[in-house]
T-cell receptor, first 115, second 111 residues
Framework: ETGVTQTPRHLVMGMTNKKSLKCEQHLGHNAMYWYKQSAKKPLELMFVYNFKEQTENNSVPSRFSPECPNSSHLFLHLHTLQPEDSALYLC??????????????FGPGTRLTVT | GENVEQHPSTLSVQEGDSAVIKCTYSDSASNYFPWYKQELGKRPQLIIDIRSNVGEKKDQRIAVTLNKTAKHFSLHITETQPEDSAVYFCAASGGYNKLIFGAGTRLAVHP
């Protein structure tokens, strides 16, 4: 499969559950991102990884825990979430050279519902 | 940090008319300004982008203009078609590999 893929596409979890979202990019990029998209809100940047190193944590609660084992894979581990965490979680990737910002390619997203 | 404001939040036009969406940014160091289109239930996709060393860029029916002095940039869609109906997001680079997005404009093109 090409581009950026995300699994699962839909997830329903209780507040006491632990689950993980997975993202994989097949574009040879070296930067990966997690965004949260809620209804009627801008895309909110959560985490940025560059060459597997976290370069941005946008004041995200600790119940969201990212993991980037290599430049092609990105995970978001979820535990003890709140109903207000229900949203579309989008993964993206981009090239990054010498600090220049390039186009970000988005995955299809995981629709998360916390009950 | 960077802040991006986008107007209008909704825009309704007749097929064939032009549509204009405007964004302002706060950080004068921002140098990259992409526009994304998100159709219902789909992922955001880049439709056009501009860097700060350019004032205008066109791609068929789509154009983007940038005014660095005023810190605003605009998306222009001419000869709109029903398939242009979507949510459009502007963004500005807000530091190392970081994009700050506007709140989005829901464009409806009526046949």
């Amino acid at each position: 499969e090409t581009g950026v893929t995300q699994t699962p596409r839909h997830l329903v979890m209780g507040m006491t559950n632990k689950k993980s979202l997975k993202c994989e990019q097949h574009l040879g990029h070296n930067a990966m991102y997690w965004y949260k998209q809620s209804a009627k809100k801008p895309l909110e940047l959560m985490f940025v990884y560059n060459f597997k190193e976290q370069t941005e944590n946008n004041s995200v609660p600790s119940r969201f825990s990212p993991e980037c084992p290599n430049s092609s894979h990105l995970f978001l581990h979820l535990h003890t979430l709140q109903p207000e965490d229900s949203a579309l979680y989008l993964c993206a990737s981009s090239q990054d050279w010498a600090g220049t910002t390039y186009e970000q390619y988005f995955g299809p997203g995981t629709r998360l519902t916390v009950t | 940090g960077e802040n991006v404001e986008q107007h209008p939040s909704t825009l309704s036009v007749q097929e064939g008319d032009s549509a204009v969406i405007k964004c302002t940014y706060s950080d004068s160091a921002s140098n990259y300004f992409p526009w994304y289109k998100q159709e219902l239930g789909k992922r955001p996709q880049l439709i056009i982008d501009i860097r700060s060393n350019v004032g205008e860029k066109k791609d068929q029916r789509i154009a983007v203009t940038l005014n660095k002095t005023a810190k605003h940039f605009s998306l222009h869609i001419t000869e709109t078609q029903p398939e242009d109906s979507a949510v459009y997001f502007c963004a500005a680079s807000g530091g190392y590999n970081k994009l700050i997005f506007g709140a989005g404009t829901r464009l409806a093109v009526h046949p």
